[in-house]
């Protein structure tokens, strides 16, 4: 658990972010100014999942840099935990993890997050019982101590990655693509260890391009495109509440269903389509011959509203 439980705080904010900016000068003259970020304006509350989506080139790297305080902002402000940007003390209550974590490869896991440990100063005592624990969790006990890390696979890198990111029992946890690379099986095992701190109550923030992962995990999102955060919010606010709905039929006739579906695809006596009424009405207008199989409801998919979001800011694109 985390070291200080902050989550019984109603309304409190991990993150607070106000008009963030950050521009730099490009071209062999330096002639040319891009932007990067834009005045990003983003609340996380305590114990909240956020996943921040967008292009390559969008600006979501250069935001958790300037969070983690290893770039300056341009102009606008942040606290992390109640701390202004900049702020050292903040750095003990929270964790990251790199999209692509380098270790020195001759080292052993073990050693990797004893040495983490101690740049935290902490008690051996302690720093044994979180090592021991975090191997653990990230399921690497077996081999961590005594396999380097030249051997690791890129899951089982990642996975250590997220145990150092640990080492400190963080509030807030960074986490840049996390999943990035990772196969079926090793991305099943992370989205369980992330379900898990989140169950814990530890604020989560990190970017992602798999957006079933995004769906799976996340309270809220935010899609930053060309350096501006254009939306915000839960799946429900962004994706809608209003279903589509499909029904798969057993029928000989597929044009006596043609009044009732949209999009009909037909297999053999199998027919299936979209609804073009609502359901009540659909089973009641379904002529004696058609047998209903099955009805889902539908709604629009992050992937669908990703893209669409995406093609309708194209002129903010930072290559643009």
């Not at 005594?146 to 960074?174: T, V």
């Amino acid at each position: 658990m985390p070291s200080e439980d902050l989550s019984s705080e109603t309304g409190a904010i991990a993150l607070d972010i106000q008009n963030l900016s950050k521009s730099f000068r490009s071209g062999f003259w330096l002639n040319r100014r891009l932007y990067p970020l834009k005045n990003c304006t983003l609340q996380v509350p305590v114990g909240e999942t956020f996943g921040l989506l967008g292009p390559n080139g969008a600006g979501k790297t250069t935001l958790l840099k300037i969070l983690l305080g290893i770039v300056r902002p341009g102009g606008g402000k942040a606290t992390l935990l109640g701390c202004p940007l900049g702020d050292e003390s903040v750095k003990s209550r929270i964790g990251y993890l790199p999209e692509n974590p380098y270790f020195y490869d001759a080292l052993t896991g073990e050693e990797v997050l004893y040495f983490a440990g101690r740049l935290f100063e902490l008690p051996r005592h302690l720093l044994k019982q979180r090592v021991d624990a975090l191997l653990d969790r990230v399921g690497l006990s077996r081999l961590a101590g005594r396999r380097p890390l030249r051997k690791y696979s890129k899951g089982m890198l990642q996975r250590l990655g997220l145990a150092q990111a640990l080492i400190n029992d963080p509030q807030l946890l960074f986490l840049d693509e996390p999943m990035s690379g990772l196969d079926p099986l090793g991305r099943h095992r992370f989205r369980e260890i992330l379900l898990q701190l989140r169950a814990e109550g530890r604020t989560i923030f990190f970017n992602s391009h798999i957006l079933t992962d995004v769906e799976l995990l996340c309270d809220r999102i935010g899609l930053l495109i060309g350096g501006e955060l254009v939306r915000q919010g839960s799946l429900t606010e962004l994706l809608g509440s209003k279903h589509t709905y499909r029904a798969e039929l057993e029928g000989k006739d597929p044009r006596a269903l043609e009044p009732l579906l949209a999009d009909l695809d037909c297999q053999g006596n199998r027919i299936r389509g979209r609804l073009k009424l609502p359901p009540r009405e659909f089973v009641a207008a379904l002529p004696p011959e058609a047998v209903l199989i099955e009805l889902r409801g539908e709604r629009p998919s992050l992937e669908d509203f990703f893209q669409a979001t995406v093609a309708a800011h194209q002129g903010q694109l930072l290559d643009t």
